[in-house]
């Protein structure tokens, strides 16, 4: 027999995978001795079987919850049908990864109309009982039965102000019981039965409803956008209540171990008084800073504080952590490594292996490749910021970024200008779970209620998204899509500005500037360096990129693209002559003035370079993407070229492809018109000549791009080579640079071992060798892939992914093949998967010497080779 139910005794940590993330740490914590209510946990094996065989719980399964149930009585000497000893639980899901208000969760189960007059008289207070009853009448109706929330808070929200009750704790008990009755005739109106009163039957529905929530809308979003896969399923568990909201004495908080925003070493929460589950996150308060327990409670804070500090000990990494207090008692209701902004989470990881807690490996493990890059997200230029009109600045700074949109008001709105290309803002009382498409479809989530760990702040701070949150002094009106502020009012489309990491809103978009990088930030980085085998190069061609990516500390560029530089004006023109020449000399007098500007190109390229490996690749586009399309254009290069419109025409009708992607392109052009790469290379060695006469020493490495047979390269190399040691002659220089090939398609992949007997160095083009190894065009793959991925096809679009067993084999054999007639050949890749974090390890493995990427994601590319490394366990521990 299976076990399928686990008392909190029997779990530990290490069970993430059957008793889910929340049910392993709640019986870690148990067996560290913190006071954790007791509790049993129904594994994911017993989810995934439910949703696998249908609408009930198995026998097998109901049989294990009886005999955990009878076991828990045993031990709390608690029961659902005892006057005295009233057993109430909690019913949570959880899975192996937490995914923060995904899921749902039921409190106060347990109770009925018979319970909740017990629990008054036991506890002599009615108000808290029917506080606890309608709560659970709520989070039951929604949970299980799908009544939507708005039916439930609407008549909760005009009850009090009917009644003029600010407060929920203000409204008295017979008004609780007002509520707890209609909330009970919503039942019979929206799903035709009566609320259950037996409690074991509310126990089943509830589990099955929280299994059954592992395949709602939200949870298979969120799990789309973090790649959670199905299979893990989620485990419940069953948790005696503790009450939060039993009186002044009581309430209910979470706190961080360490500040999520900025990583500094101080904890950081929050708290209500007389309060339940989730009216903290919910935002439904503005609740108190953790520090004001001190004041008002000062064991329970002594207590937490020390007990935060061990389980930051316990589990070496930041936590987050659930408490109530119930009667001036501390319970420890969940703890999970705590989400962080990448700025957190790169300062935690350097304090954690200053303060030994973990070592430099650990580390580099502990933050997210894709949370590198929001470090690299820009800032408001403080000068614009100044002259800026402020709507707000009391809002609360929940998750840094700088950015500028369209307000609206909805989730539904949000996402439906967002598809529409719009960049949009979203403008909430608060949020919840039902909002997270909206709050993915973006650029900011700006709340007036809640505070630093509301739903919208963890969940913005989880996407690397702008949000500020508790935004007193603005008042939203969804209904009338207008926002008030002190100094005006915003409707919906009104552009404005937000900035995550202060908390301040701004009428208008402001202007942006790049981040600067902090000690820890550069600290961190070097670890990863130092720990990486692959080396991680950038694809730039542009100053402000090059400087940019060596910023980020790429070790050389992978790819300079030339084509980019022909389309200035004066440069096109002289590109359009070459190629509607009609003899060599009109070609060479072209390529003549272009050789002039490439050489000031590849000069400020090299220039910042340096000894920095460069690969410069000779031209690749198909030569009618210069030429003019329009008929005005068109008109005009005519008379530049002083020929007729029909000549021109004709002329470029005659260059016309059917199939340009497979035409005359790459190193093709070169074999119809050598002079074109000879004037490329001539010009990239008379900038290195230029270079080094100012003493600036530098390595470029000249690629052949599209290269399939060994005579198109050797052909071309000569002719290259020929020009270049003319050169040397010439200026009597001593000149030093390697000649090599672009390996982009499959059939020099196979014929890598004789290539690599005569190139330099090779760099794997992944977007053409994808491209042609599936067939797929990558321009027109956007038609199918989706439709690919999800049918299961494919598992994910190989031109974001590498392709393990089609192109990663092609790569793997060249590589290898390669390495044994040439070990010096130098190999790389570039192309969109050299900064892909999942291609990157699977790089990581083969006989690759370096990856490239653009600037922006050398950081993360430098941070998975090295996670990679740590991972693939050839170093020693240190
Ligand atoms: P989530 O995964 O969304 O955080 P939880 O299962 O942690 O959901 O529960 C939601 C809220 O209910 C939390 O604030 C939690 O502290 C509270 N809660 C859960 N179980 C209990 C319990 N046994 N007693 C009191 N409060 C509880
Ligand atoms: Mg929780
Ligand atoms: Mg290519």
Redesign the pocket.
């Known amino acids: 027999m299976t076990k399928l139910v686990y008392a909190f005794d029997e779990g530990q940590k290490s069970m993430k995978d059957l008793l889910g993330g929340?049910g392993a740490n709640l019986a870690e914590m148990k067996r560290l001795g913190l006071p954790v209510?007791d509790?049993f946990t129904i594994t994911t094996q017993a989810c995934i079987e439910y949703l696998e065989h249908g609408s009930k719980l198995s026998e097998e399964v109901v049989a294990q919850l009886q005999t955990q149930l009878d076991l828990f009585s045993q031990r709390t000497s608690k029961s659902f049908s005892s006057d005295e000893q009233l057993l109430l639980?909690?019913?949570?899901?959880?899975a192996k990864i937490?995914?923060?208000?995904?899921?749902?969760?039921i409190?106060n189960l347990g109770l009925n109309d018979d319970n909740v007059k017990k629990l008054a008289r036991k506890t002599n207070d009615e108000r808290f009982a029917y506080d606890c009853y309608r709560r659970l009448l709520q989070m039951f109706g929604e949970v299980v039965y799908n009544v939507p929330m708005t039916a439930f808070d609407a008549y909760f929200d005009k009850y009090k102000t009917d009644h003029g009750y600010d407060n929920d704790a203000d409204i008295p008990a017979e008004g609780l019981k007002e509520i707890c009755e209609h909330y009970k005739s919503l039942y019979v109106e929206k799903v035709y039965k009566p609320f259950p009163q037996e409690p074991t039957v509310q126990l089943t529905e509830a589990i099955e409803a929280v299994f059954k929530s592992w395949d709602n809308d939200r949870a298979r979003v969120y799990r789309q956008l973090n790649d959670i896969p199905y299979e893990i399923g989620t485990a419940v568990?069953i948790?005696?209540?503790?009450?939060?909201n039993s009186g002044e004495r009581s309430g209910?908080g979470?706190a961080f171990t360490r500040n999520p925003v900025t990583g500094e070493a101080k904890l950081f929460g929050e708290y209500l008084l007389n309060a339940?589950?989730?009216?903290?996150?919910a935002g439904i308060r503005t609740p108190k800073d953790i520090a004001s327990l001190e004041e008002q409670m000062p064991h329970v804070h002594q207590q937490f504080v020390s007990v935060s500090q061990q389980l930051e000990q316990h589990y070496r990494d930041m936590q987050d952590i659930?408490?109530?207090i119930?009667n001036e008692q501390l319970?420890i209701?969940?703890t999970r490594n705590g989400k962080r902004t990448a700025n957190a989470a790169v300062n935690i990881a350097v304090d954690l292996v200053n303060e030994q807690v973990i070592t430099k490996q650990e580390a580099l493990t502990k933050v997210e490749v894709k949370s590198i890059e929001q470090l690299l997200h820009p800032n408001f230029d403080d000068e614009a910021l100044t002259k800026a009109t402020v709507i707000s600045t009391v809002g609360l700074p929940a998750s840094p970024g700088a950015a500028s949109g369209k307000v609206v008001f909805s989730a539904e709105e949000a996402k439906e200008q967002h598809e529409q290309g719009e960049k949009v803002i979203l403008m909430r009382p608060e949020t919840s779970p039902e909002d997270i498409e909206g709050m993915v479809a973006s650029e900011a989530i700006v709340t007036t209620h809640g505070g630093m760990t509301s739903h919208a702040a963890v969940v913005a701070r989880g996407m690397g998204k702008c949000c500020v949150t508790g935004c007193a002094d603005l008042e939203i009106n969804t209904t009338e899509k207008v926002v008030t502020y002190p100094g005006g009012t915003l409707a919906e489309g009104d552009i404005i500005s937000v900035d995550g990491a202060k908390g301040d809103i701004y009428v208008g978009k402001i202007a942006t500037i790049t981040a600067e990088h902090s000690e820890a930030f550069e600290q961190y980085m070097t670890w990863a360096q130092d720990i990486a085998r692959l080396s991680v190069r950038m694809n730039a061609e542009t100053v402000p990129d090059i400087i940019a990516g060596y910023q980020f500390g790429a070790t050389g560029i992978g790819l300079v693209r030339t084509e980019h530089m022909f389309f200035a004006p004066e440069r096109l023109i002289e590109m359009r002559r070459f190629i509607l020449a009609h003899t060599q000399e009109q070609r060479i007098t072209a390529l003549n003035t272009i050789g002039g500007y490439q050489t000031e190109d590849f000069e400020q390229i090299l220039r910042q370079s340096g000894e920095k490996p460069t690969i410069i690749r000779l031209l690749d586009p198909p030569l009618h993407e210069f030429l003019p399309r329009s008929e005005s254009e068109k008109a005009q290069v005519a008379e530049q070229l002083g020929v007729t419109v029909t000549t021109l025409d004709k002329h470029i009708e005659s260059l016309n492809e059917v199939n340009p992607m497979l035409g005359h392109r790459g190193c093709r052009l070169a074999i119809t018109y050598p002079e074109l790469y000879v004037m490329q290379a001539e010009a990239i060695m008379k900038s290195v000549i230029r270079l080094k006469e100012e003493g600036i020493d530098t390595n470029p490495e000249i690629m052949i791009p599209l290269v399939s047979t060994v005579e198109e390269f050797t052909t071309l190399k000569t002719l290259i080579t020929e020009r270049i040691e003319a050169l040397a002659q010439e200026t009597g220089q001593d000149l030093h640079y390697l000649i090599g090939t672009m390996i982009e398609t499959p059939r020099a992949c196979l014929i890598a071992a004789e290539l690599a007997t005569v190139s330099d160095f090779f760099s794997f083009g992944t977007n053409d060798l994808t491209q042609l190894t599936f067939g797929f065009s990558r321009d027109d793959s956007g038609k199918f892939i989706n439709a690919y991925s999800n049918q299961g096809i494919l598992e994910q679009d190989p031109f974001q992914t590498i392709d393990k067993s089609g192109v990663g084999e092609l790569i793997k054999l060249a590589s290898v093949q390669a390495k044994q007639v040439n070990p010096n050949i130098k190999i790389g890749v570039c192309g969109e998967l050299g900064g892909d974090e999942k291609s990157i390890h699977y790089f990581n493995d083969l006989e690759i010497d370096y990856v490239s990427c653009s600037p922006y994601r050398v950081p993360g590319a430098i941070l998975a080779t090295a996670q990679s490394e740590v991972e693939s366990g050839r170093l020693s521990v240190k």
């Open positions: 929340k209510p509790g639980v909690s019913v949570r899901s959880g937490s995914m923060p208000g995904m899921m749902d969760t409190l568990n948790q005696e209540m503790v009450f939060g209910t979470v339940q589950g989730e009216d903290v996150v659930e408490f109530t119930e319970y209701l969940q």
